[in-house]
């Protein structure tokens, strides 16, 4: 079958095609479908058929209940902020489309910015070069909020006076979404008659601002009112925008958790353990409860203050916790992160085992101790939707990840290198990749908090497919 280049079709047609895509909101590929559909459906003899009524396409990968944020990053040096900014935004779940602007790609490049949005940024109002020319309406349509940051003072002015001469600020003229603004610029800049004017017009209009805020500018020695708020803060202001069920995307969701080492007796004083702190388990359970979860956390004995919120069940041995799991059932979402001794001892003395001289040194006959994750993952009638387990590896991490997803039944496994030399077993950070039937993610270091957070919008971002 003859393929059709739309680069390759003269310009007037080309201008043509894009006017009614930008008319009907589609791209210009979508328009050539519904064009040739229209086509045949209606047995043309070729004359090309009115589009059809604008009609609102959603992204395919957006599920209804994903939040969708366009991020408008303009040409200021708070520009590379911009870039956590989105890897903050993806972390709480939300989707993220981007536009730089001309001014922004001194400071940026559209492929550092397309590596972390994970699609094409788009850079002009018509891409002479794309044949996926997602059109400016759509662009702005297919948002829940669009946030500016960095807002330039000329990014402001352009918008306080309706202008539309580039792909920004057409879709910013074009968007019936909220608009959040993150301003940045020289103090100067900021305080001039204009700037507030235009802010003023701004305000009026109903968009909304985060900062910027006070302090040391890029410029040297130069402080002052005109610094870009934080990537938090600015997604805090996006999350308020968004309302409460942004804020709680667990709600309503029971969420297991285990936790921390398992203490296997060897006698009533004595016991084998592992070098398990807890503290990853326990920070995933406060972003579950946080995030609006009902949390049950079986938590072996750790070092760390009881957490609030949730409800927090104390075991000590593998056979405990287990059962403590049997009876938290059923779960929407059960995460292993507890390091459970693998074996316990089989003849564990009654009272404590004497030391005596000239007798011989006794022996500790170990047994297998049930495997809480591969039980719970196996079940037919109580299974969780989503069962999570940790994989602490000290050599081939991925490959050993990959075989115990399997061989364990679970649907995702967050894999973690815990040679001694990484600090991780104890430490306050954690290296982890996500494994799952679709292939493997690898997580920046970062503390054990921030992996919870961002395990918790992956869960939020799963369960709303559903
Ligand atoms: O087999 P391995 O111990 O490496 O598997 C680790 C994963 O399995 C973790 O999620 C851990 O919580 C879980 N596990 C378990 N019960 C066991 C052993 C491991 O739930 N007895």
Redesign the pocket.
């Known amino acids: 079958m003859a393929s059709l280049t739309i680069r390759q079709l003269d310009d007037r047609l080309k201008k043509l095609l894009r006017l009614r895509a930008a008319k009907s909101g589609r791209s210009v590929e979508d328009e050539v479908r519904t064009i040739l559909r229209a086509a045949a459906d209606e047995g043309s003899d070729g004359a090309l058929p009115e589009a059809a009524a604008p009609k609102m396409t959603r992204r395919a990968d957006a599920a209804p209940q994903t939040k969708r944020v366009l991020l408008i990053i303009g040409g200021g040096i708070a520009a590379y902020k911009s870039l956590d900014l989105i890897r903050r935004l993806k972390e709480r779940g939300l989707s993220v489309r981007c536009i730089l602007t001309k001014a922004a790609e001194h400071f940026v490049t559209p492929l550092s910015a397309g590596a972390l949005v994970g699609e094409k940024v788009f850079t002009d109002l018509f891409d002479p070069a794309g044949e996926f020319d997602v059109g400016h309406i759509r662009l702005a349509r297919e948002a829940d909020l669009i946030v500016v940051a960095p807002a330039t003072a000329d990014l402001m002015a352009k918008m306080a006076n309706g202008h539309a001469d580039d792909l920004a600020t057409a879709v910013l003229l074009a968007a019936s979404s909220k608009i959040l603004l993150a301003p940045a610029m020289n103090p100067l800049m900021w305080s001039n008659k204009a700037t507030q004017r235009n802010l003023a017009q701004l305000a009026a209009d109903g968009v909304a601002l985060v900062g910027p805020n006070e302090g040391e500018m890029a410029e040297s020695g130069e402080r002052g009112t005109g610094r870009m708020a934080e990537p938090l803060e600015i997604v805090a202001a996006a999350e308020k925008i968004f309302g409460a069920t942004a804020d709680k995307p667990l709600a309503g969701k029971h969420i297991l958790i285990?936790a921390g080492p398992t203490h296997e007796p060897i006698d009533p004083v004595r016991y084998i353990a592992n070098r398990s702190s807890g503290k990853q388990g326990h920070a995933i359970a406060a972003a579950a409860a946080a995030a609006g979860a009902d949390v049950t956390l079986i938590s072996g004995p750790v070092n760390l203050p009881d957490p609030t919120g949730l409800k927090l069940i104390k075991v000590e041995t593998?056979r405990e916790m287990l059962n403590a799991v049997g009876h938290a059932l059923p779960a929407d979402i059960a995460i292993?992160?507890?390091?459970?001794a693998?074996w316990r001892v089989a003849n564990a003395g009654e009272q404590k085992i004497k030391k005596k001289a000239g007798e011989k040194t006794p022996e500790l006959s170990l047994t297998e101790?049930?495997?809480?994750?591969s039980t719970i993952a196996h079940l037919t009638a109580k299974r969780p939707t989503l069962v999570i387990?940790?994989?602490?590896e000290t050599e081939n991490v991925i490959a050993n990840a990959q075989s115990?997803l399997a061989r364990?039944g679970c649907d995702w496994i967050l894999a973690n290198d815990v040679s001694p030399q990484t600090g991780i077993m104890g430490g306050d950070n954690n290296t982890v990749q996500l494994v799952t039937a679709d292939g493997v993610e690898r997580w920046p270091t970062q503390t054990k908090q921030d992996v919870a957070a961002m395990l918790v919008a992956r869960i939020a971002a799963e369960i709303s497919k559903s």
Do not use: R, S
């Open positions: 285990t593998a292993f992160a507890a390091a459970v693998d101790n049930p495997d809480i994750l387990g940790f994989a602490a115990k364990k």
